[in-house]
């Protein structure tokens, strides 16, 4: 008897991450030099881990508000304020979150209506096209080019949109290829936008690691502010990926949408995580401050280094990942990717597992010790002088 | 003196390692290695940078059968000079490794290092306590180092992270 599947068609037909089958190669291999990891490598701070325990020790192990703490979102309020100059009521329009992915996850299916567009900017995170489709809208993917530093540019905007475009989802500074866009930038691709009405739907989770120039949100544009969900959280900045806590800020009539699923599918985000994240405002913002000095430092080492060794790189403006390009090795992404893992037991993560456009490129994350750092490259420094004539 | 920002990172930097090659130290920056060696002479120089020190924690060294003690050191200042005449009848000690003008109950926070108890505990009786300006002292001995200048002794966090992530 043939059984009918009981996986809905809709999930069934997404693609598997590629980021999974590379973890699984590396992950059965010893002595891995890996610079696959997208997250920070410092441990949470420990006052923000103090912070925790200590709200355990007081019992505060029972649900909180749905959009969370209030002294959090007020805090959350004030450092968006300080930080971005961007205002949001803790009242009403910031929503405390399970890591920015469920807010990514809650502003998508709160806009969305079945069939709507959302211009999905690649290379880009790995869930961003699932999310949308996860929501019932279609992901219409722009391929940005290494020649425009990986810079969704105005014509490729105007070009992508359709009578049913909804939002622009977009991440600076990027994973995975760390651009940053310009105040200018912004504003230019903020006209276009203004001009067809659309959303944005902004991810500032790497706001926080700009190395060269001041970070601006698409919120604080002119005219953006109504029309713009920004999705931030503590994972990145303060090196708490594993607390899972994000959250989203977006204009009224948007944020009461957003709450509504969030009541319903998430009660609230974990409590003793919020404890921290009050911490982790209140008194962390000099931890902050070292990490990006750390990373900054390490940013321009293996920069100067991968373009020394003839594999050539732009400098990321922000997050913590170089995105050389390995066009000259003949080789496509994957495959360059496995032989560096299978000869000289480094991982990186091919570009094209963040769309089309990241082919001839691999992920380096730089979120490692400089002793890791050095190690890897002098092992890629070595393949690459067996692999490029 | 003010520093600019690219001398205050060579220092940063340095504070932590010393031994970086001139060259990382350059690929880590926006210096070139001739800029590197011109920012560290001078402030070499201006005794801004004054000494390259090593961390070693010598508990591990079989060989090794040094004390160290933090003595409390109440003083009468003097006309004109305040206390910096007797805390240099003191430094100038070579059991002495660091002196401290101390705010609160005493005035000189003096670490004394020796090679076994006796020898500090004379060291305290016979050379410190017996300056005219000392009033009294009190001894604290070191009994372990858990961090020493920022560095945790036995820190053995290793990565817990998955090897790939998106």
Redo the contacts between chains.
Sequence with gaps: MIKTSYVSRTIAELKPSGIRRFFDMAANLEGVVSLGVGEPDFVTSWAIREAAINSLEEGYTSYTANAGLYELRSEISGYMEKQFHVSYSPEDQIIVTVGASQALDIALRSILNPGEEVIVVEPCFVAYAPLVTMAGGIPVTVQTSKDDDFKLTPGQLEAAITPKTKAVLICSPNNPTGTQLGQEELVMLADIIKKHDLLVISDEIYAELAYDETFTSFAAIEGMHERTIVINGFSKSFAMTGWRLGFVCAPKEISEAMLKLHQYAMMCAPTVAQHAALEALKHGMQDVEEMRRSYRRRRNYIVKSFNEMGLECHNPGGAFYAFPSIEKTGMTSLEFAEKLLKEELVAVVPGDVFGESGEGHIRCSYASSMEQLQEALKRMERFMKKHCK | MHLNEEEL?VL??IENNSRIDLK?LA????LSEADIEITLKKLEDMRVIVRYLTVINWTKVDEYHGVTAMIDVKVTPKRGVGFDEVAKRIYKFKEVQSVYLMSGVYDLSVIVEGRSMNEVASFVSEKLSTLDSVISTTTHFIMKKYKHDGTIFDQT?E????????
């Design positions: 990172e940063r930097i990382d690929k880590m920056t926006d966090e990565d817990k992270r998955i090897v790939v992530s998106p």
